[in-house]
């Protein structure tokens, strides 16, 4: 089950404590913090780690539509308050809902509801996103064609006219020479370091006469190869 961390900006401890009562009877909701002031609420907001912000409106110092705007990243923002003249400025800010005191446990569960479908939404989005923008591969291996993210490929070694390619959990045995691989994946950065060998410049940690070394493994770096990866990576550090 997923948990929604919640923070309550709420100067008044009647509504403060109906709040506090009305997530507590929803078990998939944990209680981070409770403010009374909304300037100390100010640090935690910023962090991006809050996912619904329960806050009243008129508040000392700052309101809570004034809060709301200083945020570059808000959380699902559910305003409660006594007065309804907010209503439409509120929603021109960007919350998810207006709860109009005093309010039922299933309106304010609707409100919920409302906030935590809307952070799902927001999460299948970014997910989708990030997967379409990982570059991938697809290799012939026999009979079939395997997909790998590029990112996944530590390195490839020559087997003959075959390849094998290694990633994090496995090695996968590959119908194409390295010479194909290496047109495959230059516009990847993928280098031959050895004429065995071909690795991803950015999982390069170091170079030593005898060897380019990634994050637990040395490849060898042949001598035909090492004043031209030598001078690649002279480059990069300057």
Do not use: W
């Amino acid at each position: 089950m997923l948990i929604y961390k919640c923070v309550i900006l709420e100067d008044d401890s009647i509504a403060q404590k109906i709040l506090e009562t009305n997530i507590k009877r929803l078990p998939h909701l944990d209680i981070v913090q409770v403010f009374s002031n909304p300037i100390e609420a100010i640090p935690i907001l910023h962090q991006g780690k809050v996912d619904i912000l329960f806050s009243d409106i008129e508040m000392p110092e700052i309101s809570g539509l004034d809060l709301i705007k200083t945020l570059e990243t808000p959380p699902q923002v559910i305003l409660t308050t006594g007065h309804s003249d907010y209503s439409m400025e509120a929603f021109d800010v960007g919350v998810t809902d207006f709860l109009l005191k005093p309010f039922s446990f299933e309106r304010f569960l609707k409100a919920v509801n409302r906030a935590i479908d809307n952070i799902n939404i927001k999460n299948k989005a970014s997910q989708k996103a990030t997967t379409q923008e990982e570059p991938t591969i697809f290799l012939k291996s026999g009979r079939e064609s395997l997909k790998f993210l590029i990112n996944d490929i530590l390195y490839i070694e020559a087997l003959g006219a075959y390849t094998r390619v290694f990633t994090k959990d496995k090695s996968t045995l590959i119908s194409e020479s390295i010479s194909e691989l290496q047109t495959k994946l230059l516009i990847n950065n993928f280098i031959r370091v050895h004429k065995s060998y071909l690795i991803p410049q950015n999982k390069v940690i170091g170079i030593s006469s005898r060897h380019v070394i990634l994050d637990k493994t040395k490849i060898p770096l042949g001598v035909s190869y090492r004043e031209s990866i030598e001078k690649l990576f002279d480059e990069k550090a300057s």
